[in-house]
């Protein structure tokens, strides 16, 4: 995150001297040179959220008496948009102004006086502080869009046989733990069970508030690294899993969506007898259903559920939500198509996190974090660190993005 790294240091400073009694005099002498060597509106975030504020101010200005042209309209939604922007931007500009204010009762004679103006310089240097690393940044970022979207979880056996098919088993079991801490609710959609054991792939959907911008990081190549139970000489196996989520829009949403994600002449749509275990309906009557979108190719199969009508069902909702995942990241890549390092953090093909049982290590490797006490992660309660932690990343990238406007 931007930070108005200077300044900030400088007062960090300040806190730790005064937590060891430094002389006065030392102190003061830094307090001095906080508010002289490096202004704190030379910082890029503090310089953007001015530039804001004046465009705001402009508008303003502009603004004809009756206020009732179409342009006039245009400004005033703009004005209030900026509106929580321009009361953070008076608070900064208070606190600012009553720090500098408060340096020389720092050298006052008076001992309580001193005292009660250093206890004012640590208050204020605290809100200018989480003005510029929290407040600014918060009201800069744009809201999410997909921030009301549940979640489709996607896992696939890659590398490594029967060991991958056991690991799918290892991180159905993580997610579901991790989404039923967060109160989330979990359904397994479909998954394909082997008989030797493990699972060779599974759909999951994830319903709740925040759902799929918590967990949308987590698609990629999962990598494990440890000894299965059927080898004799001790050797470390390394294994693969792929994942993918896909944003979820409650069915009642999703009618407003299929003008933009397809149109039914574009869909292809088959039935078939279902295969394989299942009960008296398997092989007699045509309930499997397989869905087509043309212009993309996607193609979608299920035939879990019992009768005709669920599979059609649940094969439109896993078809839109692959369509609208395919949709989103369409548009982030197009926001980012001048950042190559960001347009290869969205590749799926990429190994993103690797568990290693021999170390007892978990390592995301896009952020380059590493944690101990692996089945803490596997059990579900180690994964919101990474979660969030990726959360932040993105909230950092996005940040960045804006001041580079």
């Known amino acids: 995150m931007f930070r108005a790294i200077s300044t900030l240091h400088a007062l960090r400073y300040i806190k730790f001297a005064r937590s060891f009694q430094t002389n006065r005099a030392i102190l003061a002498q830094a307090q001095r040179s906080t508010a002289s060597t490096s202004n704190v509106q030379d910082t890029p975030i503090v310089q953007y959220v001015k530039k804001k504020v004046e465009e705001r101010r402009k508008l303003q200005s502009e603004l004809s008496e009756e206020a009732l042209s179409d342009e006039d309209i245009k400004r005033v939604r703009k004005i209030r948009e900026l509106e929580p922007l321009q009361d953070a931007w008076v608070e900064w500009s208070h606190a600012k102004q009553s720090l500098e204010e408060t340096l020389p009762l720092l050298d006052d004679p008076d001992p309580t006086m001193r005292s009660m103006a250093e206890d004012e310089y640590a208050a204020l240097t605290e809100t200018i502080d989480n003005l510029v690393e929290n407040t600014f940044p918060t009201l800069l970022?744009?809201?999410?869009?997909?921030?009301?979207?549940?979640?489709?979880?996607?896992?696939?056996?890659?590398?490594?046989?029967?060991?991958?098919?056991?690991?799918?088993?290892?991180?159905?079991?993580?997610?579901?733990?991790?989404?039923?801490?967060?109160?989330?609710d979990?359904?397994?959609?479909?998954?394909?069970?082997?008989?030797?054991?493990?699972?060779?792939?599974?759909?999951?959907?994830?319903?709740?508030?925040?759902?799929?911008?918590?967990?949308?990081?987590?698609?990629?190549?999962?990598?494990?690294?440890?000894?299965?139970?059927?080898?004799?000489?001790?050797?470390?196996?390394?294994?693969?899993?792929?994942v993918m989520v896909l944003p979820l829009a409650e069915e009642t949403e999703s009618n407003s969506a299929d003008d933009e994600l397809f149109k039914m002449d574009e869909i292809k749509l088959e039935v078939m007898r279902a295969r394989g275990a299942g009960g008296q309906h398997v092989n007699k009557t045509e309930s499997a259903v397989r869905l087509t979108h043309i212009p993309t190719g996607i193609s979608v199969s299920m035939q879990d559920e019992r009768s005709q009508h669920q599979n059609r069902r649940r094969a439109f909702q896993i078809l839109r939500a692959r369509l609208m995942d395919r949709k989103l990241n369409q548009e982030m890549l197009d926001r980012r198509d001048l950042?190559?390092?960001?347009?290869?953090?969205?590749?799926?093909?990429?190994?993103?996190?690797?568990?290693?049982?021999?170390?007892?290590?978990?390592?995301?490797?896009?952020?380059?974090?590493?944690?101990?006490?692996?089945?803490?992660?596997?059990?579900?309660d180690g994964l919101q660190g990474f979660i969030k932690a990726l959360q932040q990343r993105h909230h950092d990238e996005m940040l960045e993005e804006v001041l580079s406007q």
């Open 141 to 184: 970022v744009p809201s999410s869009d997909t921030a009301h979207l549940s979640a489709i979880i996607e896992l696939r056996a890659g590398v490594g046989g029967s060991e991958s098919a056991l690991f799918v088993g290892d991180l159905v079991r993580m997610y579901t733990r991790a989404a039923q801490a967060d109160g989330w």
């Open 186 to 242: 979990v359904s397994m959609i479909s998954s394909n069970v082997l008989e030797t054991g493990g699972i060779k792939d599974a759909i999951m959907e994830v319903k709740g508030n925040g759902v799929y911008d918590a967990l949308r990081w987590e698609s990629g190549v999962h990598r494990v690294q440890r000894v299965p139970a059927t080898e004799a000489n001790g050797r470390v196996h390394t294994s693969t899993v792929s």
């Open 339 to 380: 950042r190559r390092n960001l347009v290869r953090s969205a590749d799926r093909s990429e190994k993103i996190r690797t568990y290693n049982y021999a170390q007892d290590r978990v390592t995301d490797h896009r952020l380059g974090m590493s944690v101990k006490n692996l089945m803490m992660v596997i059990n579900g």
